[in-house]
Structure formats: structure tokens, C-alpha cells
């Protein structure tokens, strides 16, 4: 698979077989993933990867403390604005549209949100941990280092679905992992293999024309 290959691949998978994924293959990712660029070779990374019972235990631990709140780093800014508005919403949308779950199912919407704290049903989940009295260039550093993951992953057949959504429960992961002060989660990503029967994997996101993003000047 090319770089370009695993790019277009690459999606949000929201429902995944139990199939167990091997320490040696989420090893194997990170040590790929681990040659993803940062500013001054910072590196402001770590991740946590959990399998079997310390898995069983993150999601127990999540479920104790629904639903969560939003810290100083909340997932959106309030009152998201055009064009991200618009974004935000279409993609929530398509992706309900394709869960048969209608707009006004609150409680069925809930219950797909829910299953962000089990991973969609992924063996392998991810916490990647930052120190958090680096800024905002570090942040965007993590991303690199997250997208690297799932390329890496995807190259190997394993399938992702990053998660802000772990963001609400950052205080009670900090103490789940035992992290130092100056540590804190920064989102989660489930990790396994795409189960190809669940309409929700068909979920091809839209995005945005290169005239739309990008300007050319001086060629
Ligand atoms: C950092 C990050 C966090 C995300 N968090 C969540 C999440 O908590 N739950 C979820 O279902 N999708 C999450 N997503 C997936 C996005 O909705 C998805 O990337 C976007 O709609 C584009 O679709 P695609 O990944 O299929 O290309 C996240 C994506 C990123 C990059």
C-alpha cells in the first residue's frame, strides 16, 4: 500500500469484530508511527495501549463515570461557526442516516455516542498522553504522530477511529493510569479489525475541494 493508498483508505471505523490484535502488531504501529515529525524533535508523545482485562477495566472505569465533563480543552469551541457548523453536522448526519437512528432518537443517538467508551467494539484501545504544560504546537505535533498510527495501521489491515470523546473523562483517566501531574490524556483511538457486515463502516466522510482550502500563488 502507497502513502497516497493509505491516505484514502485510512476512515473512521465505528464497529468492529472481537478478533484479538496481537501486542507484537500494535508494537510494530507504534514503532512505525514513532518517526512522525515534531518541532525541535520534541517528540510530545506518549501513548498507553489497552487489550484484554486493562481494556475490560478502562471501559468499566468510563462507565462509572458517565457522562463525563469538558475541561479547559473542550472538544469544540462553544457555538461552532460556518464552515465547521455545517461540517460538524453533515457528517453527523450521514453517519446516523446509516445507523437507521433519526433525528429526534435522542436516546438511540446517546447510546451510539455510548459506545465511544467501549471502543465500537475494538479489541485495542489507545491513549495518547501529552505533557501539558507544552502548547499549542505540541498539540498539533500529537496529531501527527495519531495519524501516523492509523496509516500505520491501515497499511497492516487494522482499522481506527480516533476519540475525542475520551477528552470527558480526563480527570478519572488520569487516575486510572496513575499519571504524573504534568501528564494528561489527550484523546483515545479504538484499534482493530473493520467489521465489513456494519453499514456504519460504509461512512464516506465529505471534504472540502483543493480550490476550497488551498491558494496558488506564484506559479
Ligand atoms: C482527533 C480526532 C478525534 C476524533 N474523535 C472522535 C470521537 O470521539 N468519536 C468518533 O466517532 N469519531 C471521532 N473522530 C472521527 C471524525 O469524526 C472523522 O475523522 C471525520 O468525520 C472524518 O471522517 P474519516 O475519519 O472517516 O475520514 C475523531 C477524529 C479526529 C481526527
Not at 469538558?70 to 445507523?99: H, I, Q, T
Not at 498522553?129 to 500529537?142: C, E, P, R, S, Y
Not at 480526563?170 to 483511538?189: C, I, Q, S, T, W
Request: hydrophobic fraction near 45%; charged fraction near 25%.
Amino acid at each position: 500500500m502507497n502513502v497516497d493508498e493509505a491516505l484514502k483508505k485510512r476512515i473512521s471505523v465505528r464497529a468492529f469484530l472481537p478478533d484479538p490484535l496481537p501486542e507484537q502488531l500494535v508494537r510494530e504501529i507504534i514503532d512505525v508511527a514513532r518517526f512522525a515529525p515534531s518541532g525541535g524533535n520534541l517528540q510530545p508523545w506518549k501513548v498507553i495501549a489497552v487489550a484484554g482485562k486493562e481494556r475490560d477495566a478502562v471501559i468499566a472505569m468510563a462507565q462509572a463515570n458517565m457522562p463525563g465533563e469538558d475541561d479547559d480543552r473542550p472538544v469544540y469551541p462553544a457555538n461552532l461557526w460556518e464552515p465547521y457548523r455545517s461540517r460538524r453536522f453533515k457528517v453527523g448526519e450521514d453517519m446516523y442516516s446509516l445507523l437507521g437512528i433519526g433525528r429526534d432518537n435522542k436516546p438511540a443517538r446517546f447510546a451510539h455516542l455510548a459506545q465511544n467508551f467501549q471502543f465500537f467494539g475494538a479489541p485495542v484501545g489507545l491513549f495518547f498522553v501529552i505533557d501539558k504544560n507544552l502548547g499549542h504546537g505540541q498539540w498539533a505535533h500529537l496529531g501527527m504522530f495519531m495519524q501516523s498510527v492509523a496509516l500505520a495501521a491501515i497499511e497492516r489491515g487494522v482499522s481506527s477511529c480516533m476519540q475525542e470523546a475520551w477528552g470527558r473523562l480526563r480527570k478519572p483517566l488520569h487516575a486510572h493510569f496513575g499519571l504524573p501531574d504534568n501528564e494528561m490524556v489527550y484523546a483515545g483511538m479504538a484499534l482493530g479489525f473493520a467489521d465489513p457486515n456494519k453499514p456504519v463502516n460504509t461512512l464516506r466522510s465529505d471534504r472540502a475541494s483543493v480550490d476550497e482550502i488551498a491558494v496558488f500563488k506564484g506559479f
